[in-house]
């Protein structure tokens, strides 16, 4: 790679890791990420080598215009490297650090996790996340081993150590067909199993291309008016529908907002506030524009974004080219403005597009109810959302203007202060 390659971005961007590639110990039914396994040669190993490692936490250090820089390791399930690998790239961010704070997350099924793995991630301040979809009948509903066994005692099995341990750790919950019925005994326990910081993931996969025929009878209808039969849905069995989607999030908001304010997190609702608070998306599915959010596999290719692994979309590899040069190289800038530029007139007309932007570009393979085809899936979810939560977020962000916490809504809820 020649030195004279631009070394620092214009902006900040995030890049999600990949460094044991596609591979994974569990089957999870809706995973979207295993067939990439395609885009390698057959017996390629998939462990990124420790030249890759150095070349890119020296990169992404230098890459980064601000003083504080966040690793993300994920997967597959990147507990399948070993606990050596990440003590080489501790090793390597102190190495190549240069002043600045370095921290880490660290997303993990959570099932391998045992003494040593949590002694270090206490110890080197990883924040740790953790896949687990609900009570034992709805994570094993789809998250199951090569075995097609139940994954559910592992998983607590690692919580229970992260806790023993002190290693700090969130949950990140797919909301699937299933699990999006019971939206408060999902909540309740996560929050019984010790997670203070909840991330919701709507399960949206669509049909294989082959059905595009049957699709696009579905896509001409709009999504208020969608055919629930499986038959001629345009997204997958286990997919979440948008009316469950939407009522999955009020009823969870719902008792949130009355009781927990302030102790529980849950992503989506702290992304709202800020969007409410013109503070721009701090979510790329909930910004204006894509193209900061990138993935990098194991053997270094960087591509434009974790949800577009695919040839096409694949920028380089870091040791032919800088990761600052790709990130803000013309192609990345025009995939991120498409975000923008291709948003129907219907949703520019929303009440709701300064929260919403329309989503993730993957989910907008629909046709507004005026035949625009780029209409999000989940569009009904979000509007029932995003209006139902309106007046609440209002009253937060008063709350905050006039120096006060947020969680103060409660006693004024109690008080029937809030005009709901």
């Known amino acids: 790679m020649s030195e004279n390659l631009t070394k620092t971005a214009s902006a900040p961007f995030h890049v999600m890791t990949k460094p044991i590639g596609p591979r994974c110990n569990i089957d999870c039914k809706y995973c979207f990420y295993l067939e990439k396994e ?7 190993n998939s462990r990124m080598p420790k030249d890759v490692l150095e070349n890119y936490v020296r990169q992404y250090i230098e890459a980064q215009p601000g003083k504080e820089v966040t690793f993300a390791w994920q997967g597959g399930e990147p507990t399948l490297m070993g606990v050596d690998f990440f003590r080489q790239a501790v090793a390597f961010q102190k190495k190549h650090g240069n002043g600045k704070k370095i921290a880490n ?33 709805l994570h094993d509903a789809h998250r199951v081993d090569r075995k097609q066994n139940s994954t559910f005692d592992r998983v607590m099995r690692g919580i229970g150590l992260c806790r023993k341990h002190g290693v700090q750790f969130n949950t990140l919950t797919c909301v699937t067909r299933r699990n999006s019925k019971k939206p408060l005994e999902v909540y309740q326990f996560l929050r019984k199993i010790g997670s203070r910081y909840l991330q919701f993931i ?50 969870i908001f719902d008792h949130w ?31 204006e524009h894509c193209g900061r959010a990138l993935a990098i596999e194991h053997n270094g290719d960087l591509y ?9 979309y694949l ?16 192609v990345m800038k025009k995939f991120g403005r498409d975000k923008s530029d291709t948003l129907p007139a219907y949703c520019r007309r929303c009440d709701y597009r300064f929260a ?55 006693g004024m809820l109690k008080k029937g202060l809030v005009r709901v």
């Open 38 to 44: 395609k885009l390698f040669p057959r017996g390629e």
């Open 105 to 137: 997350s660290f997303q993990t099924n959570a099932t391998l996790l045992n003494d040593e793995w949590c002694r270090f991630l206490r110890d080197n301040d990883f924040l740790v996340g953790i896949s687990i979809d609900g009570p034992r009948e």
């Open 202 to 251: 709507p399960i949206v996969e669509r049909k294989p291309d082959d059905t595009a025929a049957l699709l696009n009878l579905t896509l001409a209808t709009p999504p208020e008016a969608e055919d629930e039969s499986d038959k001629f849905s345009p997204v997958t069995p286990w997919s979440v529908l948008p009316k469950d989607y939407g009522k999955f999030l009020v009823n």
């Open 257 to 287: 907002v009355r009781n927990h304010v302030g102790g529980t997190y849950v992503q989506i609702f702290d992304v709202a506030l800020g969007n409410w608070m013109d503070m721009g998306g701090s979510l790329c599915i909930f910004s």
């Open 304 to 312: 434009a974004c974790d949800h577009y692994v695919y040839p096409q």
């Open 315 to 330: 920028q380089g590899n870091i040791r032919d080219k800088s990761i600052a040069e790709m990130v803000d190289s013309p």
């Open 356 to 410: 919403c932007h329309g989503e993730c570009p993957k989910h907008r393979f629909m046709k507004t109810p005026d035949g625009e085809y780029g209409l999000n899936y989940l569009c009904p979810a979000y509007k029932k959302f995003f209006s139902h939560i309106d007046p609440y977020m209002k009253t937060m962000c008063d709350l905050l203007r006039n120096q006060q916490a947020p969680a103060s809504i409660m």
